[in-house]
C-alpha cells in the first residue's frame, strides 16, 4: 500500500490527468485510480471531495448535476483550461521527480 | 426489519451534526455512498452489510469535515484577497484622480495633489503585485532549471543596477528641488519624476534582487 502523504500529494494531478480525458464523476474517478494502482492507491472516499471542491474553488476544474443512467443525481467534473495549465505543471514536477529517482537506481546497478 | 432509506436518512442528520454543509456537498457525498452500496450489493452482501461497508469506506464525519474546512479556508483567503486588491485599485485610483485633473487642466500639479498621486501609484502597484501572487498562487509553481550567477555575472548586475539608480537620481532630484522651491510641479517636471521613479525601480530590482540564470 502506498504511503498517505503519497497518496494526498498525487491526488490533485491524477484528478487532473483523470478528467483530462473527459468529463467524471467522484465515485468513477476513485474506481479508476483503484483500478489503475492494482487497488494500491487508495483514498478514503469521502477525502476525494475536499480536494474536488478546492480545485473547483482554483478554477481548474467546473462541475454540473445530472441524471444518471440510474434516474439517480451526479455530480460530474470536467477541466478547465486553467486545469489543462496546472496538469502540465503537475506532470512536469512528478516527471522530473521520476527521473531523477530512475536515474539514481540506475547508478546502483552499475 | 432494516430499513435503508432510514439508516441514510441517520448517516444524514450525523454528517449535518458534524458540519458538513447541505445540498453541498452532502448531496454529493450521498449519491457517493447509493454508488457504493449498489456496488456492494452486487458483490452479495445484504443491504444492512453493504451499508456499513459503504460509511466506513467514505469516512468519518468529522475528518471530512475537517478537509472541507482546510479546503473553504484556501478559497476564503483567496476570496479576501481579491477584495483587498479591488480595494487597492479603486483606492489607487481616486487617489489619482485630484493630481490627474489638475495636471491635465494647469500643466501643472501642487504638493499636495502630486503626494497623493504617488501614494495612488503606490496603491496601485501593490494592488497589481497582490494579483500577480493570486494567480500565481492558483498554480503549481515552475521548476526552476536556472542557477544563481557567478560572481563576475553579479558584480556587472550590481553595476548595471547602481548605474541606472544614479540615473533616476539625477531625474527626480530636479523635480523634488522645484516642488521644494515653489510647492508645485509643473508638467515636464512631474514627466521628469515618473521617468525618474521608473529608473530607480528598475535600478533597485536589478541590484537588489537575486536573479537567476537558465543551466545550461
Known sequence: ?110 | MFDLEQVIADWQREMLAAGIKTPVPLEELESHLREEIQQQRKLGLDERRAFEISVQKIGQPELLENEFQKSERAFMKTTTKIAAGILGALLGAALMVPGSIQLHNELAVANGKLGLWLLGLVSLAWAFELFRRIVRGQTPGKISGKAPLTPQKQILKISAGVVVLLIGLAFVMPAVAQARDEGMMKFDEVCFLMFGIALLIAGGLVTFFPYTEHRA
Open chain 1, 1 to 110: 500500500m502506498i504511503r498517505k502523504e503519497l497518496v494526498a500529494a498525487s491526488a490533485e494531478p491524477l484528478i487532473l490527468s483523470l478528467l483530462s480525458r473527459g468529463e467524471s464523476y467522484g465515485y468513477a474517478i476513485i474506481q479508476e485510480v483503484k483500478a489503475r494502482s492494482d487497488g494500491k492507491l487508495q483514498w478514503t472516499d469521502g477525502m476525494l471531495y475536499p480536494v474536488l471542491h478546492r480545485m473547483e474553488n482554483k478554477g481548474w476544474i467546473k462541475s454540473r448535476w445530472a441524471e444518471s443512467e440510474t434516474g439517480r443525481k451526479r455530480k460530474y467534473y470536467s477541466l478547465k483550461k486553467d486545469g489543462k495549465a496546472a496538469m502540465a505543471r503537475h506532470q512536469e514536477q512528478w516527471s522530473l521527480v521520476h527521473s531523477v529517482l530512475a536515474g539514481l537506481q540506475k547508478e546502483q546497478y552499475v
